[in-house]
């Protein structure tokens, strides 16, 4: 796993496996935010699947899925509420972290 620290409170990753929270955790990351939408592609792991080994870890959750319907404007509001009430730091990911970077940044041209 390729972890980039975007500040203090956020990094980014690529797909998350569940046999990963745990190590997450130790990494020291309190929180963890999916922006995949569940099924983009037939080999991932259901956010439900990556949600129930991440809360076993003590990691807090929240999925906010860019793709299909939902875009980066659609979700900036939504993922700056969570990085403002998640305990941190929070480990955002996606396919290749892109789209959880994108938003990040797109708080600043809010």
Same mark, same amino acid.
């Given at each position: 796993?390729?972890?980039?620290?975007?500040?203090?409170?956020?990094? @980014?990753?690529?797909? @998350?496996?569940? =046999?990963?929270?745990? =190590?997450? =955790?130790?990494?020291?990351?309190?929180?963890?935010?999916?922006?995949?939408?569940?099924?983009?592609?037939?080999?991932?792991?259901?956010?439900?699947? @990556?949600?129930?080994?991440?809360?076993?870890?003590?990691?807090?959750?929240?999925?906010?899925? +860019?793709?299909?319907?939902?875009?980066?404007?659609?979700?900036?509001? +939504?993922?700056?509420?969570?990085?403002?009430?998640?305990?941190?730091?929070?480990?955002?990911?996606?396919?290749?972290?892109n789209r959880s970077t994108q938003l990040y940044r797109a708080q600043g041209e809010a």
């Amino acid at each position: 796993m390729q972890i980039e620290k975007l500040s203090d409170a956020l990094s @980014v990753t690529g797909q @998350v496996d569940p =046999a990963e929270t745990e =190590a997450i =955790a130790k990494l020291g990351f309190r929180s963890l935010i999916c922006n995949r939408p569940d099924g983009e592609q037939s080999d991932q792991p259901s956010w439900s699947a @990556v949600e129930a080994a991440a809360r076993k870890a003590g990691l807090e959750t929240r999925h906010i899925p +860019v793709g299909g319907e939902l875009t980066i404007e659609d979700q900036t509001e +939504v993922f700056a509420a969570a990085l403002a009430q998640m305990p941190k730091p929070i480990l955002a990911f996606c396919r290749t972290g892109n789209r959880s970077t994108q938003l990040y940044r797109a708080q600043g041209e809010a």
